[in-house]
């Protein structure tokens, strides 16, 4: 899989790109933002525990890249965020909201579907 750029998924319509590039970008948000509502629905999920699961999915993004999507998808409805108290530090944990529940159910329906017209037989 590609590596993404730093910051290149939220700023995917910069003039300098390719129409390529572009595109798979935008792909790549929505696969990230799946992913997070995915793993929000079965616990709740931290930042950097997000990122080393997108490292194991192939998705190489900074914290820097990562965080302003979780908190896009907290002010979207999507997601919950909770302060915990973790070794003297506050973590911020996000789990999924019933709006966010609602768009992943759909964004699986619609990921199912494509997969299943375009897959190789």
């Given at each position: 899989?590609?590596?993404?750029?730093?910051?290149?998924?939220?700023?995917?319509?910069?003039?300098?790109?390719?129409?390529?590039?572009?595109?798979?970008?935008?792909?790549?948000?929505?696969?990230?933002?799946?992913?997070?509502?995915h793993h929000?629905?079965?616990?709740?999920?931290?930042g950097?525990?997000?990122?080393?699961?997108?490292?194991?999915?192939?998705?190489?993004?900074?914290?820097?890249?990562?965080?302003?999507?979780?908190?896009?998808?907290?002010?979207?409805?999507?997601?919950?965020?909770?302060?915990?108290?973790?070794?003297?530090?506050?973590?911020?944990?996000y789990?999924?909201?019933?709006?966010?529940?609602?768009?992943?159910?759909?964004?699986?329906?619609?990921?199912?579907?494509?997969?299943?017209?375009?897959?190789?037989?």
């Open positions: 899989m590609r590596k993404i750029p730093e910051l290149a998924v939220l700023f995917y319509m910069s003039g300098g790109e390719n129409l390529e590039d572009r595109l798979l970008r935008k792909l790549f948000l929505g696969f990230i933002q799946i992913h997070i509502l929000a629905k079965e616990h709740p999920i931290f950097s525990w997000m990122l080393e699961e997108l490292r194991e999915h192939g998705y190489t993004i900074s914290p820097g890249t990562l965080y302003p999507i979780l908190h896009a998808m907290e002010n979207d409805g999507l997601l919950m965020k909770e302060d915990r108290k973790v070794d003297g530090k506050i973590r911020k944990y789990t999924i909201t019933e709006k966010g529940q609602a768009v992943l159910v759909e964004a699986r329906n619609k990921a199912y579907e494509l997969f299943k017209e375009i897959k190789e037989e």
